[in-house]
Each structure stands twice: as structure tokens, then as C-alpha cells.
């Protein structure tokens, strides 16, 4: 280690040293998106059936999962989720990463949450063990959830990109997936580009490879 005199810091933060630390490469982390496929989502889905039937995993828990896929909201949108929150046309979240924001949701998201068992006592949709409290750790049964349904590489996270990758492949634009993950910035959408480019793309084929099919059956 270099060997500063005592007045180093002073020195430094004054600009007289140059920073220590100026030649030390940064760990380049690489972001991870991973999008699960219908065959994904369906076993994923019928594997939270299975876990709450024989209570592996708790109900609470799995209605969590549940609500994370159809909703593509954060993992903690869900976990603070209130009954207060929920209107007939969507649910207001007073608080989030991004601040305040509705979430819009569709009729099967109402026939979830009307599935849910109420707890007068409880202001919270997903209820933990502690009365009055939410489900705090989700973690835990994700990682019985993922493995039994041979996800092991599955974050929690993923749901939410994996509902963003559903929205484009029928039709949404990059604005509308913007609008309804809560985005506050036209940037965050852009990372979902290049599946609309690639959802594009498969179009052009199936339509060429289509009229194609049409000009060979005329000759």
C-alpha cells in the first residue's frame, strides 16, 4: 500500500493528490433479462396451483406470485399492496419507486383479488404471519416455487419483464408499456426496443411466408 504522509487527506481533498483510486478498472455488472415463455408461464402458473393445494407454499404467498405476473408490478407494489388501494377501475398506489401511480389492471386481476380471503383485521392483501402485517419474505418460497417448476434461473424480478414481453407481442407500443409498468423515463421503456424490434420482424415473416403460400398455390 502506498505509504501517504499525514496530511494526505487534507492534501487530497484540497486536490492536491490525485484520486487513489483513479486506475482501478470498475466491475462491469451486466443486466440480466430474462422473459419467460407461454410454456414457462403456464407451468409456472400451474405449479402455484400445486404448491397451494397441498400448502408447500403458503396462500399469501402464491397469491403474490400470481398477482406479480398479471400485473407486472414490483415485487414490493405488491408485498405493501392495501385493500384501500383497489378500485373498480385500478389500483392507486399512494407510494412507489417512481411515486405515486395507477396501476391498470384487467378482469382477471379482479377475479384474483376476489378469490383472496379478507382478513377485517388486516389492511393487507398479501397478510404475513404477523397480525396486522404484510408478507415480508417472498424469497424464500420462490426458490421452492422456481425449482419445482425447473426455473432455477427465474428471478422474481423476471415476472415483471416477462409481462412487459407478453404486452409488446400483442401490441402494445413502447409508450403504452411504459405507461402501464409506471416508467417515468422514456429510457427504462427503451430496454424493452429490442423485443418490439424482434416481435416486428417475426411479423414481416409469417406475412411474406403467407402470401408467398397464396402465389405458389395460383400457379
Given at each position: 500500500?502506498?505509504?501517504?504522509?499525514?496530511?494526505?487527506?487534507?492534501?487530497?481533498?484540497?486536490?492536491?493528490?490525485?484520486?487513489?483510486?483513479?486506475?482501478?478498472?470498475?466491475?462491469?455488472?451486466?443486466?440480466?433479462?430474462?422473459?419467460?415463455?407461454?410454456?414457462?408461464?403456464?407451468?409456472?402458473?400451474?405449479?402455484?396451483?400445486?404448491?397451494?393445494?397441498?400448502?408447500?407454499?403458503?396462500?399469501?404467498?402464491?397469491?403474490?406470485?400470481?398477482?406479480?405476473?398479471?400485473?407486472?408490478?414490483?415485487?414490493?407494489?405488491?408485498?405493501?399492496?392495501?385493500?384501500?388501494?383497489?378500485?373498480?377501475?385500478?389500483?392507486?398506489?399512494?407510494?412507489?419507486?417512481?411515486?405515486?401511480?395507477?396501476?391498470?389492471?384487467?378482469?382477471?386481476?379482479?377475479?384474483?383479488?376476489?378469490?383472496?380471503?379478507?382478513?377485517?383485521?388486516?389492511?393487507?392483501?398479501?397478510?404475513?404471519?404477523?397480525?396486522?402485517?404484510?408478507?415480508?419474505?417472498l424469497q424464500r418460497p420462490w426458490r421452492k416455487v422456481r425449482k419445482l417448476a425447473q426455473l432455477e434461473n427465474v428471478r422474481i424480478?423476471?415476472?415483471?419483464?416477462?409481462?412487459?414481453?407478453?404486452?409488446?407481442?400483442?401490441?402494445?407500443?413502447?409508450?403504452?408499456?411504459?405507461?402501464?409498468?409506471?416508467?417515468?423515463?422514456?429510457?427504462?421503456?427503451?430496454?424493452?426496443?429490442?423485443?418490439?424490434?424482434?416481435?416486428?420482424?417475426?411479423?414481416?415473416?409469417?406475412?411474406?411466408?403467407?402470401?408467398?403460400?397464396?402465389?405458389?398455390?395460383?400457379?
Amino acid at each position: 500500500q502506498p505509504d501517504y504522509p499525514a496530511a494526505s487527506v487534507v492534501d487530497y481533498c484540497s486536490g492536491g493528490l490525485t484520486n487513489p483510486c483513479r486506475h482501478v478498472k470498475k466491475y462491469h455488472e451486466k443486466k440480466r433479462e430474462r422473459f419467460l415463455s407461454e410454456e414457462e408461464i403456464n407451468r409456472l402458473w400451474q405449479t402455484l396451483e400445486t404448491c397451494e393445494k397441498d400448502q408447500s407454499v403458503s396462500a399469501p404467498a402464491c397469491n403474490a406470485y400470481r398477482l406479480l405476473i398479471l400485473t407486472g408490478c414490483r415485487l414490493g407494489e405488491i408485498q405493501t399492496l392495501k385493500w384501500d388501494y383497489i378500485k373498480a377501475d385500478g389500483i392507486y398506489l399512494p407510494d412507489s419507486k417512481t411515486g405515486a401511480k395507477k396501476v391498470y389492471i384487467g378482469k382477471e386481476v379482479h377475479e384474483l383479488l376476489g378469490r383472496i380471503e379478507r382478513d377485517d383485521e388486516n389492511p393487507y392483501v398479501i397478510p404475513g404471519t404477523v397480525a396486522g402485517e404484510y408478507l415480508t419474505d417472498l424469497q424464500r418460497p420462490w426458490r421452492k416455487v422456481r425449482k419445482l417448476a425447473q426455473l432455477e434461473n427465474v428471478r422474481i424480478h423476471d415476472l415483471r419483464h416477462s409481462f412487459a414481453s407478453f404486452a409488446l407481442a400483442h401490441g402494445a407500443t413502447l409508450a403504452e408499456i411504459g405507461k402501464l409498468l409506471g416508467h417515468t423515463q422514456v429510457q427504462t421503456t427503451a430496454r424493452y426496443a429490442h423485443l418490439a424490434e424482434r416481435i416486428t420482424q417475426n411479423a414481416a415473416e409469417r406475412s411474406s411466408e403467407f402470401i408467398a403460400l397464396c402465389v405458389t398455390r395460383r400457379k
